[in-house]
């Protein structure tokens, strides 16, 4: 008898247990599956905030390559996932392949899901239209909208001077195989940092945040920053933002869809008590990890406010900043502690970001590294600090300081070394930063041939010497900037440093 | 009646359908292939296309000499930038 049919059976004759199991299976499939579907819309916000975020941080000229980036990540990001980034994640959790007898170990699946390698593969039943399947497609959505976000996080820190190009090779190897690789070996129920080292980082502080901004970092080193971020004595000089209401409503939509990228770190089984398991199998709530978020926008917007004196850049940025430190351990942190780790959180991105301008003078458009990168690690290393000896996974692995060290250790080099590694080939093909003279016209003209306030005049920018004359910006900041990088013009092939 | 629908043959024969034929299938293999090949020519063409428009942009911007030697120029209604203003990456001393 057909689901459907047992269900009109309760109006005549009593359904069978075996009749009534059936109708709970898929109605328990059937919830999982919706539940997927409305974090993954949920979670699109976070991308229309970034794209509102970062457009806002960007000045006038180059408002729609900024926003173009955003949008095209999805365009390249999506594709490359399916074909081979949830591979990844399905079947390398083992780790590095190992010498010996079993040493085709590494290329393997979960213990706990059987079949979720082969599962992964592009032209697998479990990826298309499939009626016995409602959850695979779903879960892997909530994947893909991970994915989206790292290269979302990237993009904000390299606005206003990187080639579009260039950012979507970059944010497809970010997206499509380094975030998900360390998701395999540290967010999986099988990774071998798991499995072996009780690592918990349960919603993604380090998988994804962390990771993302310490591949940024290693762009940002290549890309170099803005012509003018810098002054002739090293000084940071501030870019006025072309909206700041955009910047801070972008935030705010991004917290948004923060609570669904929350809820889809979560595994949901509504026939198996408590219901809900986080994404080692450990049992958990929904409740709480939402109670987490929550309170961590309050202490990290606390923090933000008073270590930057109140300024709204950066009280939105803590409350960002307060939620990444406690998410590693927010499904098992008491409310105070996630409030006052969050607060740590909101004051140490404003003195990262601070410091990572003025001391390391990397411009860092957008504070990603500090927010993200800085205080991802930092969440991570809370959990073996507050939350050491809760037992991870599936074995039961104790959480430990070393533990949590060896997650830290683990991915900061297989994110920062490929960030690195491939921006500098990029720079090397020329391939990867605009030239000058169109970063200071602004990237719109050139990508787009028109500018997106028209009904506005363009004022050009100014620029006070130090003898007190105001005069155009461009000219001074291209002299200086030829000057310091030893630039001269180039042909139509693009420009080329001279000997 | 709605219970009378052959509801699990429909099921079943959906079920069994696939584009191009079942999962593993040679068909299902040719359009992964296609897929594959139609994701590294756009991005190959993102590069492509992108490094013609801004050759051609700095080109225009070389030869029309629009970024001149620096001169004075009358204070207009646009803004200064000072060299530590803005609200966005300095949280104060």
């Known amino acids: 008898m057909s689901s459907l049919g047992s269900v009109l ?52 000229k180059n408002l729609m390559s900024t926003a173009m980036k955003n949008i095209l990540t999805i365009a390249v990001v999506t594709p490359t996932f399916y074909y081979f980034g949830w591979y990844i994640y399905g079947c390398f959790q083992p780790g590095f392949p190992s010498v010996g007898p079993d040493s085709l170990d590494w290329h393997s699946g979960p213990e706990a899901f059987p079949g979720f390698c082969e599962a992964t593969a592009p032209w697998s039943a479990a990826m298309g239209p499939n009626l016995q399947d409602h959850v695979s497609a779903v ?36 997206g499509s195989a ?42 940002l080193l290549n890309l170099g920053p803005r012509i003018g971020k810098f002054d002739m004595q090293g000084r940071a000089r501030a870019f006025r933002p072309h909206n700041t209401h955009m910047t801070l409503m972008g935030l705010m939509l991004i917290f948004t869809g923060f609570y669904g990228f929350y809820a ?46 109140g300024d709204p850049f950066w009280t939105l940025s803590g409350g960002l900043a307060g939620v990444i430190s406690v998410s590693a351990g927010a499904d098992i942190y008491h409310p105070s502690l996630s409030y006052i780790l969050a607060f740590s959180g909101g004051i140490l991105a404003v003195w990262a970001g601070t410091y990572i301008e003025k001391k390391l003078r990397v411009d860092d458009a957008v504070g990603a590294v500090a927010v993200h990168g800085v205080c991802g690690f930092y969440g991570v290393l809370l959990v073996g600090i507050f939350a050491g000896g809760y037992p991870t996974g599936i074995n039961s692995v104790p959480v ?11 991915f900061f080099p297989l994110a920062f070394l490929p960030g690195f590694g491939a921006s500098w080939i990029l720079k090397k093909l020329n391939l990867l930063r605009v030239p000058p003279e169109v970063e200071l016209e602004g990237l719109d003209m050139a990508e787009f041939q028109q500018d997106f306030y028209p009904e506005f005049e363009r004022v050009p920018e100014t620029i ?30 693009g420009p080329r440093r001279s000997p | 009646m709605i219970d009378s629908f052959p509801f699990d043959e429909w099921t079943d024969d959906i079920a069994a359908y696939w584009t191009f034929g079942p999962e593993n299938s040679t068909g299902t293999y040719i359009l992964t292939v296609l897929g594959i090949i139609l994701m590294v020519a756009s991005l190959i063409a993102f590069v492509l296309l992108e490094r013609r428009k801004l050759d051609a942009q700095a080109q225009l911007l070389r030869g029309g000499g629009i970024l001149p030697p620096a001169s004075p120029t009358a204070p207009g209604p646009g803004f200064a930038e000072p060299p530590l203003a803005g609200p966005s990456t300095d949280p104060g001393p």
Request: hydrophobic letters at 55%; proline letters at 2%; a negative charge.
């Open chain 1, 9 to 60: 059976a309760l109006f005549g004759q009593a359904p069978t247990v075996e009749e009534l199991q059936a109708q709970v299976s898929l109605d328990s499939q059937i919830l999982t599956e919706q539940f997927y579907f409305f974090t993954v819309v949920i979670m699109w916000l976070i991308h229309v905030g970034f794209m509102a975020y970062e457009t806002g941080a960007a000045r006038r």
């Open chain 1, 139 to 174: 879960f892997f959505l909530a994947f893909l909208l991970f994915s989206w976000t790292t290269g979302s996080i990237m993009s904000g820190a390299v606005i206003e001077r990187i080639r579009l190009s260039a950012y979507l090779l970059l944010t497809v190897l970010l």
């Open chain 1, 178 to 219: 380094v975030w998900i690789t360390d998701a395999a070996w540290g967010w999986s129920s099988g990774g071998w940092l798991v499995t072996k080292f009780g690592f918990h980082d349960a919603i993604a502080s380090l998988v994804v945040h962390g990771v993302a901004g310490a591949f940024a970092l290693g762009v």
């Open chain 1, 264 to 309: 889809a770190c979560l595994v949901i089984q509504s026939t198996i008590s408590p219901g809900w398991l986080n994404i080692y199998l450990s049992p958990a709530t929904l409740g709480a990890i939402a109670f987490t978020i929550t309170v961590g926008f309050a202490g990290g917007f606390t923090g933000g406010w008073f270590a930057s004196r």
């Open chain 1, 400 to 410: 430990s300081f070393g533990g949590q060290l060896m997650g830290m250790l683990a």
């Open chain 1, 464 to 493: 006070v010497l130090p003898d007190g004359q105001e005069v155009e910006a461009a000219p001074v900041l291209f002299e200086s900037f030829a000057e310091a990088s030893n630039f001269t013009a180039g042909t139509a092939a």
